[in-house]
């Protein structure tokens, strides 16, 4: 049973940073393409970001790119996402995923099979 658990949420200014970190159990976490993905009320869920776990290749949305960092320690088994620059369209439940297979693309939720619970970031003007 691989369990993903995520902390580092909370409610900031515009303009300031957050750290997201995913805590994953329960698989080699080496094998796991790890990303990250939020929703908004009324929105669908999307991606952020996403790092494939056999080449390390890197995917953001296009509104984080240059200034959300995915990273990841497989020692640790723990998946980051770090947040710089935050605006409030930046404010939704952002949720860890994690899946074992090997994606050419792995950017649309159903892509991903093991989910964390979520935790909310609130961002202030």
């Known amino acids: 049973q691989v369990s993903l658990v995520e902390s580092g949420g909370g409610s900031v200014e515009a303009g300031n940073s957050l750290r997201l970190s995913c805590e994953v159990s329960?698989?080699?976490?080496?094998?796991?393409?790890m990303g990250w993905f939020r929703q908004a009320p009324g929105k669908e869920r999307e991606l952020v970001a996403r790092?494939?776990?056999?080449?390390?290749?890197?995917l953001y949305a296009y509104s984080v790119k240059g200034r959300f960092t995915i990273s990841r320690n497989n020692v640790a088994g723990m998946s980051y996402l770090r947040m710089e620059n935050l605006k409030p369209e930046d404010t939704a439940v952002y949720y860890c995923?994690?899946?074992?297979?090997?994606?050419?693309?792995?950017?649309?939720?159903?892509?991903?099979?093991?989910w964390g619970q979520g935790t909310q970031v609130t961002v202030s003007s």
């Open positions: 329960g698989h080699t976490f080496s094998r796991l393409t």
């Open positions: 790092m494939l776990w056999y080449n390390g290749d890197i």
């Open positions: 995923a994690a899946d074992k297979e090997v994606p050419t693309d792995a950017s649309r939720p159903d892509e991903f099979e093991y």
